[in-house]
């Protein structure tokens, strides 16, 4: 379940502040009734109910760096991923991976492909021929 927004949680402390009761309040806004609970009992713990900073693994690239490579692949389809890599820099000046770059494009909608060539070799008119003779 996604998160509450400022503005729900807001509305929900303005809901126990006048005085209705927690049950109430989870039916109107269509939560859990432990989730007013727990933030009425962090607005009386830290006198705030906005999100609390949590741990995790720093992004090695930047907003502003993951642009650059979907951009690249938009203007050169058949970029390979780890050619993309090695182009690129991310924070610290150090080359990014070319799973890093993979993500960043699934998150865009692309992905990273090979030309066709490199798959199989293209068939002449000559294979076409033979494949309808055999069907």
Do not use: W
Not at 66 to 79: G, Q, S, T, Y
Not at 109 to 122: K, T, V
């Amino acid at each position: 379940m996604p998160r509450l927004s400022e503005v729900d949680r807001l509305r929900a402390l303005g809901l126990l502040q006048a005085g209705l009761p927690i049950s109430e309040i989870s039916l109107r806004m269509i939560v859990n009734r432990t989730t007013i609970f727990r933030l009425r009992q962090r607005l009386h713990e830290t006198d705030t109910v906005s999100d609390q900073p949590r741990s995790g693994r720093p992004r090695y690239t930047t907003q502003r760096q993951d642009i650059n490579p979907v951009r690249n692949h938009m203007n050169n389809r058949f970029l390979s991923a780890s050619a993309s890599s090695r182009q690129k820099r991310g924070r610290d000046n150090q080359c990014i991976r070319a799973n890093t770059v993979r993500r960043r494009l699934s998150t865009s909608g692309l992905c990273a492909r090979r030309p066709y060539i490199y798959i199989c070799p293209i068939l002449t008119q000559r294979h076409q021929h033979q494949r309808t003779l055999c069907a």
